[in-house]
T-cell receptor, first 113, second 116 residues
């Protein structure tokens, strides 16, 4: 089955700097890679996702890149703000609505003022 | 995005008892998924529930411990049976295909379970 590894487990960056979180996956059949943000005591929220036929996707300050050959994908947050502080999870799985997704272990991001 | 509710939001239970968690969606969805999130940990998939068929369980999870029902396209239940303190966790349901096209998954608010 799918196994997703995520690094780093914790990340602290200065406000305004960029943050990068990296994930690798094991199942070459996976073709859908979402990212979730979870604030303390709240449910995970989908913030961006990418399909395997796309190498990069951007939404304002957030971007995701995918290297399908190497089975790597990354989340990039630019111009970080205090409200970006949260736990971020990557996931990998199938694109169809009947498919499951498997989550990485999470990255706790802290933004220093 | 789909509106998802869960009941109860939290509960404190005695060991050896069972708790049934409900998940309701405001639109018809293909798949519903049940996850467990232990304190400070990631989300672990328990099972996938498709309407009209038996749930598919992930390795380490069995039907006798976590029976699941999916009677229609907007509702599912997860029962945590014969509970022990190790079952203390947050249980979340999620729905896939709410957008009608692909596996964009959204989560319910979760049920915080404490077993004494």
């Amino acid at each position: 089955g799918e196994n997703v590894e995520q690094h780093p487990s914790t990340l602290s960056v200065q406000e305004g700097d960029s943050a990068v979180i990296k994930c690798t996956y094991s199942d070459s059949a996976s073709n859908y890679f979402p990212w979730y943000k979870q604030e303390l005591g709240k449910r995970p929220q989908l913030i961006i996702d990418i399909r395997s036929n796309v190498g990069e996707k951007k939404d304002q300050r957030i971007a995701v890149t995918l290297n399908k050959t190497a089975k790597h994908f990354s989340l990039h947050i630019t111009e970080t703000q205090p409200e970006d502080s949260a736990v971020y999870f990557c996931a990998a799985g199938g694109y169809s609505s009947a498919s499951k997704i498997i989550f990485g272990s999470g990255t706790r991001l802290s933004i220093r003022p | 995005s789909a509106v998802i509710s869960q009941k109860p939001s939290r509960d404190i239970c005695q060991r050896g008892t069972s708790l049934t968690i409900q998940c309701q969606v405001d639109s018809q969805v293909t798949m519903m998924f049940w996850y467990r999130q232990q304190p400070g940990q990631s989300l672990t998939l328990i099972a996938t529930a498709n309407q009209g068929s038996e749930a598919t369980y992930e390795s380490g999870f069995v039907i006798d411990k976590f029976p699941i029902s999916r009677p229609n396209l907007t509702f599912s239940t997860l029962t945590v049976s014969n509970m022990s303190p190790e079952d203390s966790s947050i249980y979340l349901c999620s729905v896939g295909g709410a957008s009608g096209t692909y596996n964009e998954q959204f989560f319910g608010p979760g049920t915080r379970l404490t077993v004494l």
